[in-house]
């Protein structure tokens, strides 16, 4: 079983940057982040291989999110740059079994209790 803890959420003006972390205990193949604002549905964030290396991002946050992870520490950090209100979401981090990260959370293995990004106009 895999155990994820995230931190790193909280308020932030619009242009601001917040870095997320997750840690996960136990085997993962590949980590990312799932967000859900309020009234919509989860929706895939950024993911990492855990072998390669291999990143990717959603069209939505390209350019302004860098995904990345210490193997040595199991973890994961998502960097957010110039941060939007619309960005304004909990954040979930995810681990999968699998070799590449599911775009469908439905398919996701492991999700973690998520942490709140609010973005302030």
């Known amino acids: 079983q895999v155990q994820l803890v995230e931190s790193g959420g909280g308020l932030v003006q619009a242009g601001g940057s917040l870095r997320l972390s997750c840690a996960a205990s136990?085997?993962?193949?590949?980590m990312g982040w799932f967000r859900q604002a309020p009234g919509k549905e989860r929706e895939f964030v950024a993911a990492v291989t855990w072998s390669t290396g291999w990143q990717y991002t959603a069209d939505s946050v390209k350019g302004r999110f860098t995904i990345s992870r210490d193997n040595a520490k199991n973890t994961v950090y998502l960097q957010m740059n110039s941060l939007k209100p619309e960005d304004t979401a909990v954040y979930y981090c995810t681990a999968d079994r699998g070799g590449v990260m599911p775009a469908d959370a439905r398919r996701v293995d492991y999700w973690g209790k998520g942490t709140l990004v609010t973005v302030s106009s």
């Open positions: 136990g085997r993962t193949f590949s």
